[in-house]
């Protein structure tokens, strides 16, 4: 129990595997959940554990409530403590569809893990947290949530993707709220355009979005790492007196320009 704990979603890949690595770095012992075969995330086990540190990997969708109970109870078999909680995992819809056309089955499916999950696994979390506290007032505790651009830009073709990540920047201000009076910290990152296996699919676009359209006032794709920077950023404690803050990670995307 002498290092601090760190739970990261969709940690086996792309934007979650920045944050975990960048958390390695401050020797933070890592638990990875994600729905993969462990032999499917051992490549990224591995990454991870270059950097001294433990790493428990949990195959456990945040979707059910069995899962993220289990998730939950491994951590306390394990570790015993808790430290920073980092709601990463996310879905797009299967199939792109115009809302005129989207079903009722993609919203289900990406509303129970983008936002679902997330927030009971936070309810789990937290109250741990509030335990542990009484216990270890000394140490800080931290809820992390990724949102992203599409919490307040119109994406048609994905509205059930856009709604989720809109709950979760609710989300983040209702427990940053309740959880204020124990010390328990709460933030929300909001990615833009990160270069992920999710974005891969829209790579020509946003290429030209870019590099020839002015879509970013900094002109490049943002990586994994900058993400994990930012929520490096928080488990230093360098945002104390900023509960609910929303940390933009998108080039300026959110700069309204003339």
Known sequence: MQKPVALITGASRSIGRGIADQLAHLKFDIVIDDVFEEKQVQHTIDLIRKNGVDVLYIRADISKSH???????????????????????????????????????????????????????????????IEQKKQYNERQYYIVNLASISSYTSSPARGEYCLSKAGISMMTKLYADRLAEFGILVYEIRPGVIATDMTKVVKDKYDRLIHEEGLLPIKRWGESEDVGKAVAAIALGFLPYSTGQVINVDGGFHIQRL
């Open 67 to 129: 899962e993220r109970q289990t998730i939950i109870d491994q951590i306390k078999n394990k570790f015993g403590r808790l430290d920073i909680l980092v709601n990463n995992a996310g879905v797009a819809p299967s199939q792109r569809l115009d809302i005129l056309e989207a079903t009722e089955e993609s919203y289900d499916r990406v509303m129970n893990i983008n936002l679902k999950g997330p927030y009971f696994l936070t309810q789990l979390a937290a109250n741990w947290m």
